[in-house]
């Protein structure tokens, strides 16, 4: 079944199974509870609910990438702390982006959009 629109707003306490052994009664949704979780079974909770998400590897219909050399996974985590719309701040990030663009223009043979990528520099 997909869903279009998520559930009307409530304002009830979220319980989870697998985090119940830290947090023995149920935790407020929409403020910060008056004692604190360990990080670890905060990090379940908010797992187990992204769990109800579908699977992207299942989707057949999605144009996303599902799978990475585990090298590509690093690069990404390595790098998810720059602001990229700042490019003056990270050149050599802009600079692998468009390297990262011309090797595919070149590669998927776009003659015409590599000529229009050359004379933009």
């Not at 707003?9 to 052994?21: D, H, I, L, Q, W």
């Not at 979780?37 to 299942?58: C, F, H, S, T, V």
Request: aromatic share 10%; hydrophobic share 40%.
């Amino acid at each position: 079944m997909v869903l279009s629109q998520t559930t009307p707003e409530s304002n009830e306490p979220v319980s989870s199974t697998f985090g119940s052994r830290y947090a023995l009664t149920a935790l407020p949704k929409y403020e910060i509870g008056e004692s604190s979780i360990p990080k670890d079974a905060a990090y379940q909770i908010i797992k187990d609910e992204l769990m109800l998400d579908g699977n992207p590897r299942l989707n057949l219909a999605s144009f996303v990438t599902t799978w990475m050399e585990p090298e590509c996974d690093k690069l990404i985590m390595d790098s998810i702390n720059k602001n990229y719309v700042d490019m003056d701040e990270y050149p050599v990030t802009t600079e692998l982006q468009l390297d990262c663009s011309m090797l595919l223009l070149v590669t998927f043979s776009m003659t015409v959009f590599h000529q229009l990528w050359i004379n933009l520099d």
